[in-house]
């Protein structure tokens, strides 16, 4: 085994949020950053519609829908094929193909969603500007389907890795919400390039 997958093993074994997320059933660690996200910017409201993006293997998708309830509900995309969650439509896609969109647009109320999350992350190539420059454009994407999928004064978060391109999405992002907030979970480890972009209050 390499150094660096043994640093991963060892630092996943003393993790307190896997341990967490096993005792809570989360599918993973990557929950806590969402209920933080929440904690933060109450983004979520009981009866929301929410479109997460790039879901797989599920944790924002059980954090969302238990916040949503049955008055609402959350519609969970990616790219992997992912297991039934109660209360959450699960669709296979690509969020960069007009099919997949097209999908959640007939799955979604003629109100649109309140909420759209996305935790989506590209395949890295370990090189940090490639893989930058690969979670911008997964960033644009997301913003790109705000007017077709969002309600007015909806909400957002997005991941995105850190780099040159953030501050050109931060004022594509500042076009179209109130407010935009930058924020590390603490669940974010501190060595991930990932931060979250917080919009809140759609078409200003
Ligand atoms: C960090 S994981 C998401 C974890 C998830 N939030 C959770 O809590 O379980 C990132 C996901 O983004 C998905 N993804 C990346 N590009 C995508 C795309 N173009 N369309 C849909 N999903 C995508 C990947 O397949 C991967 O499952």
């Given at each position: 085994?390499?150094?660096?997958?043994?640093?991963?093993?060892?630092?996943?074994?003393?993790?307190?949020y896997?341990?967490?997320?096993?005792?809570e059933?989360?599918?993973?660690?990557?929950?806590y950053?969402?209920?933080?996200?929440?904690?933060?910017?109450?983004?979520?409201?009981?009866?929301?519609?929410?479109?997460d993006?790039?879901?797989a293997?599920?944790?924002?998708?059980?954090?969302?829908?238990?916040?949503?309830?049955?008055?609402?509900?959350?519609?969970a995309?990616?790219?992997?094929?992912m297991?039934?969650?109660?209360?959450?439509?699960?669709?296979?896609?690509?969020?960069?193909?007009?099919?997949?969109?097209?999908?959640?647009?007939?799955?979604?109320?003629?109100s649109?969603?309140?909420?759209?999350?996305?935790?989506?992350?590209?395949?890295?190539?370990?090189?940090?500007?490639?893989?930058?420059?690969?979670?911008?454009?997964?960033?644009?994407?997301?913003?790109?389907?705000?007017?077709?999928?969002?309600?007015?004064?909806?909400?957002?978060a997005?991941?995105?890795?850190?780099?040159?391109?953030?501050?050109?999405?931060?004022?594509?992002?500042?076009?179209l919400?109130?407010?935009?907030?930058?924020?590390k979970?603490?669940a974010?480890?501190?060595?991930?390039?990932?931060?979250?972009?917080?919009?809140?209050?759609?078409?200003?």
């Amino acid at each position: 085994m390499s150094r660096s997958s043994k640093r991963w093993l060892s630092e996943h074994r003393k993790d307190p949020y896997v341990k967490q997320a096993r005792q809570e059933k989360f599918r993973a660690r990557s929950a806590y950053k969402l209920r933080q996200i929440q904690e933060k910017f109450r983004l979520l409201r009981p009866g929301d519609w929410v479109v997460d993006l790039g879901a797989a293997p599920g944790g924002w998708s059980q954090v969302a829908a238990g916040i949503v309830g049955e008055e609402g509900g959350v519609m969970a995309v990616d790219l992997l094929a992912m297991a039934p969650i109660p209360g959450v439509t699960v669709l296979e896609g690509d969020i960069m193909e007009d099919r997949c969109v097209e999908t959640i647009l007939a799955h979604l109320p003629k109100s649109k969603a309140q909420v759209i999350l996305s935790d989506m992350a590209p395949s890295t190539s370990g090189i940090a500007s490639v893989d930058h420059d690969r979670s911008a454009a997964l960033a644009e994407a997301v913003l790109d389907l705000v007017p077709l999928l969002l309600a007015p004064e909806g909400r957002v978060a997005l991941k995105v890795f850190q780099g040159r391109g953030v501050p050109e999405i931060q004022q594509d992002m500042g076009r179209l919400f109130r407010s935009c907030r930058v924020f590390k979970p603490a669940a974010s480890r501190s060595r991930s390039v990932e931060i979250y972009l917080v919009g809140l209050g759609y078409g200003r």
